[in-house]
């Protein structure tokens, strides 16, 4: 029997706060889309500044074929709880997703539509490529700096390379399960899509979770299988709003810290969720369970520390040294726990500035 080609009713949603700046750009792609039939839900999280007017001016005098839905939430939610509650507002057989200060390529949702298709329909997500911009919408130039065979230390332009992904698609075992529990992050949520059936399976995310990019691939990988199209299909805007110089500073480890916690108890519920329908896969599923709940009781020894005196972190971490943590992990720890003015130092001088400023062009 072939396979239906029919095409469903696919859900671009477009998420924000506080992104007047960027979110007329983001609602132009939206209703670029050559996709049909197609309902675009403009979902505003409470913001304090025009965001959500604009979204409005722009539903009210849009005259496209898509269907518009406009939705601002009566109180902050945070992206977590902000994504659940589109989930209730949107119809579609496959979502979408784009935050307000990025820009989709009119054939986005058209190319994923026929990734999901060559899937045989399996795929639960499905992420792209995507151009990395500035607050202009500049494309950035990616510069690296290499040894020559004299020794001499030479810049490269790896500009035509630059993919916040992945340069090449990951191997198809880097999208079980299992390896997603260990490597954290397989996909950017920019240019994420998802089935809406990993909702009607597993329900609303644990609203803590702030990144929903590592929630639901978890989701997809047990249902499924998790697609990547080595095309430019968004503009991933960078600004000083959603990025820091700081990423990997003590503050924002000790965030991630917490974030970690709540993403790893929602991945052992939907756990528990797919032992229910599967079974057969219970050895399967006990070993990465077993594997999330000492996760978990890692992170949750950190949070402990952090509310520590410093004389008890320090001899935390001795005692770490001790039962043979390495110097490189140690060191670290060290700076994050114990002098995290020094550490943050470290990594300005140490990472600084990685991109320079040029235009890319037009796609």
């Known amino acids: 029997m072939s396979m239906d080609r029919r095409k469903p009713l696919i859900s671009f949603i477009i998420v924000s706060y506080k992104q007047e700046s960027y979110i007329r750009e983001a609602v132009e792609g939206a209703f670029s889309q050559t996709y049909s039939p197609l309902e675009i839900i403009l979902s505003d999280d409470n913001s304090p500044d025009g965001t959500f007017a604009i979204m409005k001016q722009m539903a009210d005098s849009y005259r496209g074929p898509h269907k518009i839905i406009l939705n601002k939430n009566s109180e902050n939610l945070g992206i977590g709880a902000h994504i659940n ?39 639960m997500s499905i992420s792209s490529n995507g151009l990395v911009i500035d607050e202009q919408g500049i494309g950035y130039t990616y510069i690296t700096k290499t040894s020559n065979p ?11 390379e630059i993919s916040f992904l992945n340069i090449n698609p990951l191997r198809e075992e880097d999208y079980f399960p299992e390896n997603i529990i260990d490597s954290q992050y397989i996909l950017h949520g920019s240019t994420h899509a998802w089935s809406r059936e990993i909702f009607d399976v597993f329900g609303p ?25 080595d095309e430019v299909l968004v503009k991933y805007r960078q600004h000083r709003e959603n990025t820091s110089r700081l990423e990997m500073s003590a ?3 000790r ?16 756990l528990g969720t797919f032992e229910t329908i599967q079974a057969d ?28 005196s410093w004389f008890r972190r320090g001899m935390a971490i001795f005692n770490e040294l001790l039962s043979g943590m ?9 700076g994050v726990f114990l002098l995290p003015g020094i550490y943050d130092m470290y990594i300005i001088v140490r990472y600084g500035k990685k991109y320079a400023r040029r235009s890319r062009g037009d796609l």
């Open 150 to 160: 004299s020794g001499e230390i030479v810049e490269r332009d790896r500009s035509e």
């Open 85 to 123: 509650r589109v989930m209730e507002l949107c119809s579609g057989e496959l979502i979408v997703g784009s935050a307000g200060d990025d820009i989709s390529l009119p054939h986005r949702t058209e190319r994923i539509w026929d990734e999901f298709l060559s899937s045989g329909k399996r795929a």
């Open 326 to 334: 390495t110097w490189k992990t140690a060191r670290k720890r060290i």
């Open 251 to 253: 503050e924002m480890t």
């Open 281 to 308: 896969k219970k050895d399967r599923i006990t070993l990465m369970r077993r594997s999330l709940e000492s996760k978990l009781a890692g992170v949750r020894r950190d949070m402990m520390l952090y509310d520590s």
């Open 205 to 229: 995310m644990l609203t803590p979770v702030k990144y929903e990019d590592r929630v639901l691939p978890f989701r997809s990988a047990l249902l499924g299988e998790i697609r990547y199209i």
């Open 255 to 270: 965030r991630n810290t917490f974030e970690n916690e709540a993403v790893y108890r929602n991945w052992l519920r939907d």
